[in-house]
């Protein structure tokens, strides 16, 4: 019954509710689905990538321990990226000195040419040092909704925070964002 072909095509609900009845390969296959965009928001909202594998995998050991007292007020989406928020910013909080690192690895698709690439890779490196002279709370609001399409009241459940604080990140970040890469416009 834990075909992993079945597991793959039953809804984040199913395979939760599954997993709270002790079904570890429901839980996995919740992983396989979300770990993912986890990584890539951890990676992109903490400074030293080579500790982001630790961060997520401590965020879902948290979610399998406290599966059972998730109460399905939130998505199961929602839930990993708000667990996935504390430990990065309990991680930030037991080291005082952060080194800032490339957190943008996604370029364009299509195939640009030597141009194209040091200007991408100039904006890129740009954008990187900005964010990262952010505070983690706007820092997190920007890629969520941004990267990871998150709406305002997704946002303000995983970092929580009033949806009104997030809309206040977003502008004064996307405002900074604006004025600090203006040479960047085309």
């Given at each position: 019954?834990?075909?992993?072909?079945?597991?793959?095509?039953?809804?984040?609900?199913?395979?939760?509710?599954?997993?709270?009845?002790?079904?570890?390969?429901?839980?996995?296959?919740?992983?396989?689905?979300?770990?993912?965009?986890?990584?890539?928001?951890?990676?992109?909202?903490?400074?030293?990538?080579?500790?982001?594998?630790?961060?997520?995998?401590?965020?879902?050991i948290a979610a399998w321990k406290a599966l059972p007292t998730f109460a399905f007020r939130s998505s199961v989406?929602?839930?990993?990226?708000?667990?996935?928020?504390?430990?990065?910013?309990?991680?930030?909080?037991?080291?005082?000195?952060?080194?800032?690192?490339?957190?943008?690895?996604?370029?364009?698709?299509?195939?640009?040419?030597?141009?194209?690439?040091?200007?991408?890779?100039?904006?890129?490196?740009?954008?990187?040092?900005?964010?990262?002279?952010?505070?983690?709370?706007?820092?997190?609001?920007?890629?969520?909704?941004?990267?990871?399409?998150?709406?305002?009241?997704?946002?303000?459940?995983?970092?929580?925070?009033?949806?009104?604080?997030?809309?206040?990140?977003?502008?004064r970040t996307r405002r900074h964002l604006a004025e600090a890469l203006e040479g960047?416009?085309?």
């Amino acid at each position: 019954m834990n075909d992993p072909e079945l597991l793959s095509s039953l809804s984040d609900e199913t395979l939760t509710r599954r997993a709270q009845r002790g079904d570890a390969a429901a839980f996995d296959a919740l992983v396989q689905r979300h770990a993912p965009a986890l990584f890539r928001f951890v990676a992109r909202t903490f400074p030293q990538r080579t500790d982001c594998d630790d961060v997520v995998q401590e965020s879902l050991i948290a979610a399998w321990k406290a599966l059972p007292t998730f109460a399905f007020r939130s998505s199961v989406r929602t839930w990993l990226f708000s667990i996935a928020s504390r430990k990065t910013v309990d991680v930030l909080r037991r080291r005082h000195a952060v080194v800032v690192s490339d957190m943008v690895q996604d370029v364009a698709t299509t195939d640009p040419g030597p141009v194209e690439l040091a200007a991408d890779s100039d904006f890129l490196g740009a954008l990187s040092r900005e964010l990262a002279r952010l505070p983690y709370p706007s820092r997190a609001a920007w890629w969520l909704r941004e990267v990871d399409g998150l709406s305002t009241a997704e946002i303000a459940a995983v970092l929580r925070t009033t949806e009104g604080s997030v809309r206040g990140h977003l502008q004064r970040t996307r405002r900074h964002l604006a004025e600090a890469l203006e040479g960047y416009r085309p």
